[in-house]
């Protein structure tokens, strides 16, 4: 009995055994999410238990189930390509959500390049990426800006003016016909990023070994975009953000006792040893305005009236998702901005449509369809203040409802007028009474097909087209104390007749079809891939523009008939290309690379003979790192790169036919000197750099050296004056530009911080080489460019201080006599400039003057520092240049009583017989301390907090309650801290053609200090 009990107990005991195993089985699994820092769900990611060969993949959700083999804890290791492995503790029955971060650094990761893709690890080019995350740091839409201190080039905000864009010189400037890279976005040649949430990836060509697919493109960069593609169930994302812009620095002008204090100064340094009653009879009687007068009138700060607060809000909304053989997305964005002076706003609206399908197992057809549209009302800014800020005085009035011409807006009487030397008019008139618009609308499109019908093969053809037309027209309105009145009666009119009305409108069209092969085949340890593929293009484009003076009825150049004067001009271009280019790649065992590049460019913008170039290159890399002799576990990747080759930058399309113009006898006359001989510009790049990754990549590193030489540059040579032409094209000009780049960057989680931190450096130097027979270029009043120096530098007199007594001055009088130089009469005085005799022939002249400075950086930096704990990221964005000249032209303005213009209190630092110990030179003699000279240039290096940005996400359990997979809400602050010695309002500028750089004048839209508040919600 006691047998068969004993043996009933455990029977029971087995029994309740295998009713427990199920339980068991189903406490041990473990479900979640994977998805990526914007909370998308990551398809296809690997999730495995960690020290076994346990593992399942995320479904069309990111969602997963897996069921634990190594007992109730575990570590589960998480990854998808391109993006950070996480390695993550779970308890049985735990439900986890996983967000990945991007990882642009790992070695098996496909980059896109010209017209295919490559393995990172087998790229032997100069090509620098950028993640999407790098560029959401900061609140905008315009990509330019949000690629400053981000990679080792020179990116500058053209101007504080609203809806203005950036400018951007890679490795130095080598033509005076532009210095922009190309872009390309999805394949289409300069298609805009309306919304910058849908950037994927960027690749920043750099070196010809690179750019040399793209041939007669390529001189000047390439920027390749990759915008997100659709995938899974619908996906709506809105972003949107308010920004509030002030502008710093604003000059604070001479109050009105200041200013008639100084007018009394300028006399008085003028005439010195003549008595206070000379002056009384000589100066009009406003100058002697009491005290208690001065304090009933006027005390107006111009700047203060015609700045304000600006505003923008952008919104970006985008709808996507599909199938597996369907995609689609709906992108569009919105923004306005009202400007920080007044009467000037910007509008624009993008909208973007993608399609794919996946017509058969080896089609796929993509549509891409892309327009917007823009209006802005821009300022003339020189008018703002050359023509009133500066010329504004403090005792008008800002507003005044007796105006005889009934514009409300301050004016001085005739009486008045005639106690006061002034001539100017009422800058908020000026500004306000005029309706100045500038609109531009332009779409773009691209079919392309796809075609892989066996493995490793991809055949792809694009047939891309894009439309654009811009019109702009200012029409000016008769004032009485601002613009002059020409045409009526201004003390009893009110008929408020334009005096000045311009009009212009263009119209481009352009289309191009390309097809293309890549195939990419791994033979044990060999990697082979080729690319051959061609494309046609045309284009043309037709202008036309008009203008009238003085009585305009209306602003309709058809009812101009009456007016004193019209004119129009129309203009037309052309231009065709055709061209071929291939690539051949071969890696061996991913350590030993080598690429190779060709294009033949045929174009219509030259004249017949010179039409076409070959543009090649090749680059060769040695993955150290690979060799069984490298033994450093620390080190994942050490590589060595080497690239040579050519690209070139093409011209106008008119530049080598002739034109002409109807005269008004009816009879044409040639415009210009042609020359059919014109031809391309060619730069050819050497890059030797290296690349290296620690720490399990961790750390990344790349060093890159080149030297970069652009031959047939076109230039401007003159002609004598007999010819009736001032000038003609020639490719005579050679440049050179040599420098180094570096890039850092260290990434690391620990626990629930994720830090990095990363900086990039480019040391330039520009030089002219040749210049065929011109003994230089000149450009603007200061610009020349000689061989041997930087394009556009700054040419001038050499200061020497100040003259601190009349004997100085008299000595050099006495010596300028004596070696056949004319006297100088009297128009020297102690405090004005001393210049240098450089010839020593004893004058000053012409002769005496030099190269005074370089509008180039000879380094530009950035560094970013990026945090982020339980949903709270903060980025830190740095952008510096150094090592750069600026020519102050606005000196004249800040420094001295410039004719009747206002001034800054600086003029009270001025040389004086009793205020010798300054560098600012008397007030008076405006003409000659401020010529051309080395006193105007200063430093114009400096170094920014471009931007700093605070944002908080919902957490995943947070957001599933909400059924949303996406909220976050930030604020930040772009400009906030700027570190520099120039003088002027903001050393932040890009001024001119490659002729006339770097000269701070007063026709600059001054950058603005911006808070942002935004928010993105995603579902």
Known sequence: MEKHRHLKIVLLLMLSLAGTMPLTAQQRTVTGTVTSEQNEPLLGAAVSEQGTYNGVTTDADGKFVISLQSGDNAVLVISYLGFVTRNIEVKAGAQVNVTLREDTRLLDEVIVVGYGVQKKSNISGSITSVGSRDIRSMATNDLGQALQGKSPFYVVRNSGNPGEGVSMVLRGVGSFQGTSP??????????????????????????????????????????????????????????????????????????????????????????????????????????????????????????????????????????????????????????????????????????????????????????????????????????????????????????????????????????????????????????????????????????????????????????????????????????????????????????LQGTQFDYSQSFNRSYSIASYANYNKRIERHDLGFMLGTEFGESDNVSASGSATKAIPAQDLRSTKTTSSRDGVNDWGEGSSFSWFGRATYAFDNRYLLTANFRNDYSGNFAPGHRSAVFPSFSVGWNIAGEDFFTPEAVNQLKLRFGLGESGATIGANLWRQEYQMQTNGTWKATKVVNEGITWETTRTANLGFDVALWENSFTASFDVYDKNTRDVLIRTTLPPSTGFSDYNVNKGKVSNKGFEIMLEYRKSLGDVFFSAGGNVNYNRNKVLELGESDYLAGGDVNRTYVGTAISSFYGYVADGLFQTQAEIDRLDEIAVANGFASYNGLLAPGDVKFKDLNGDGGINEEDQANIGNPWPKWIYGFNVYFEYKGFDLSLNWQGIGKVDVYNKIMPYTQSMFSDYNSTKAVFDAWTPEHTNTTIPRLGNSSHNYLASSYMVEDGSYLKLKNIQLGYSLNRSVLSALRLQRLKVYVGLQNALTFTNFSGMDPEFMSGSSYDRGVYRLDTYPQFRTFTAGLQIGF
Not at 190 to 201: H, I, K, M, Q, Y
Not at 249 to 269: C, F
Not at 345 to 363: E, H, I, S, V
Not at 406 to 431: P, R
């Open 182 to 495: 190309i872009w390309i976005v999805d394949g289409i040649k300069g298609a805009p990023v309306g919304n910058l949430d849908e950037v994927e990836s960027i690749q920043i060509l750099k070196d010809a070994a690179s750019t040399a697919i793209y041939g007669v493109q390529g001189a000047n960069g390439v920027i390749v975009v990759n915008t997100k593609k659709a995938k899974g169930k619908i996906h709506v994302e809105y972003h949107g953000f308010t920004r509030f812009n002030n502008t710093p620095n604003l000059p604070e002008l001479l109050g009105t006792q200041d200013y008639i204090d100084m007018y009394k100064a300028r006399w008085r340094s003028n005439n010195p040893g003549r008595t206070d009653e000379d002056m009384r009879n000589s100066i009009k009687p406003f100058y002697f305005t009491s005290p208690s007068e001065v304090a009933a009138l006027p005390n107006t700060q111009w700047a203060d009236e015609i700045f304000r607060t600006g505003r923008e809000w952008v919104h970006n909304l985008s709808v996507s998702g599909g199938s597996d053989t369907q995609t689609y997305s709906l992108i569009g964005s919105f923004e306005t901005d009202n400007g920080t002076i007044r009467n000037t706003d910007f509008r624009k609206g993008n909208f973007t449509a993608k399609f794919g399908q996946k017509a058969t197992r080896w089609l796929t057809l993509n549509e891409f369809f892309e327009f917007s549209t823009s209006k802005r009302r821009p300022v003339t800014v020189s008018d703002i203040w050359s023509g009133g800020i500066y010329r504004g005085v403090p005792f008008m009035k800002v507003y005044d409802d007796t105006n005889p011409m009934g514009t409300g807006y301050g004016y001085f009487t005739q009486e008045f007028a005639s106690t006061v030397d002034w001539q100017g008019g009422n800058l908020m008139e000026s500004l306000m009474m005029k309706d100045y618009w500038n609109r531009t609308t332009g779409g773009s499109a691209l079919l392309q097909a796809v075609v892989t019908p066996f493995d490793g093969f991809v055949w792809t053809t694009e047939i891309s087209a894009g439309l654009s037309g811009n019109a702009s027209s200012n029409f000016r309105y008769n004032t009485y104390g601002g613009v002059p009145v020409n045409s009526i009666n201004y003390v009893t009119g009110v008929n």
